[in-house]
């Protein structure tokens, strides 16, 4: 099983840009798809975006709430993903995940292993 | 978009009890439904992928069916680990989507 640990969450204010990584261990991920989700205060979980493994082309997919807004990467070499938040408005206040995403088949995924989360506070 | 709903938003229930939580997508998913079980301030929990399948590890009296349009998730008898909030989530379209969730308290 693989352990996620979010960081870089905080008070930024809006308009402004952040960035939040999710480091994983315990196996290699270079094979993973990971998806970031976030909770806002008092809601349900929200899918936000996802990257494929390098060896799929290390493409993404974005909810249309952030589309255009939010860049997911990764680095392989550092077992490492990167939420890169950009423009954001009160309503990106929330906990954000990681997770990686089991296939059970192609196009069928889960959300297998996930992180604690990290904080983003979007605020004046 | 695929969007997912939930019945109920919430319910009351006592240990032993069997529970069971509906949840309905707004075109037809096959059996590309999870779910999972969020305790606040921790990391949700995979239960229930490809609508019947339980994760490694999950108590069997958790159960999963359904295909289409309509899906439940089960609880044979409710135990005190239990009280928490349920989600359903599609994968069928590129786009996942999760479910508003079910909130299962203790009566």
């Known amino acids: 099983e693989v352990q996620l640990v979010e960081s870089g969450g905080g008070l930024v204010k809006p308009g402004g840009s952040l960035r939040l990584s999710c480091v994983a261990s315990g196996r290699t991920v270079k094979d993973a798809w990971v998806s970031w989700v976030r909770q806002a205060p008092g809601k349900g979980l929200e899918w936000v975006g996802r990257?494929?493994?390098?060896?799929?082309?290390?493409?993404?997919d974005y909810s249309v709430r952030v589309n255009t807004r939010f860049t997911i990467s990764r680095d392989d070499s550092k077992n490492t993903f990167y939420l890169q938040m950009s423009r954001l408005q009160s309503e990106d206040t929330a906990l954000y995940f990681c997770?990686?995403?089991?296939?059970?088949?192609?196009?069928?995924?889960?959300?297998?292993?996930w992180g604690q989360g990290a904080l983003v506070a979007v605020s004046s | 978009d695929i969007q997912m709903t939930q019945s109920p938003s919430s319910l009351s229930a006592s240990v032993g009890d069997r529970v069971t939580i509906t949840c309905r997508a707004s075109q037809t998913i096959s059996i590309y439904l999870n779910w999972y079980q969020h305790k606040s301030g921790k990391a949700p929990r995979p239960l229930i992928y490809?609508?019947?399948s339980l994760q490694s590890g999950v108590p069997s009296r958790f159960s999963g069916s359904g295909s289409g349009t309509e899906f439940t998730l089960t609880i044979s008898s409710l135990q005190p680990d239990d009280f928490a909030t349920y989600y359903c989530?599609?994968?069928?379209?590129?786009?996942?989507?999760f479910g508003p969730g079910t909130k299962v308290e203790i009566k």
């Open positions: 989530q599609q994968s069928f379209s590129p786009l996942p989507s």
């Open positions: 997770a990686t995403e089991e296939r059970w088949t192609y196009s069928g995924t889960y959300f297998d292993s």
């Open positions: 990257i494929k493994s390098t060896s799929d082309g290390a493409t993404t």
């Open positions: 490809a609508s019947s």
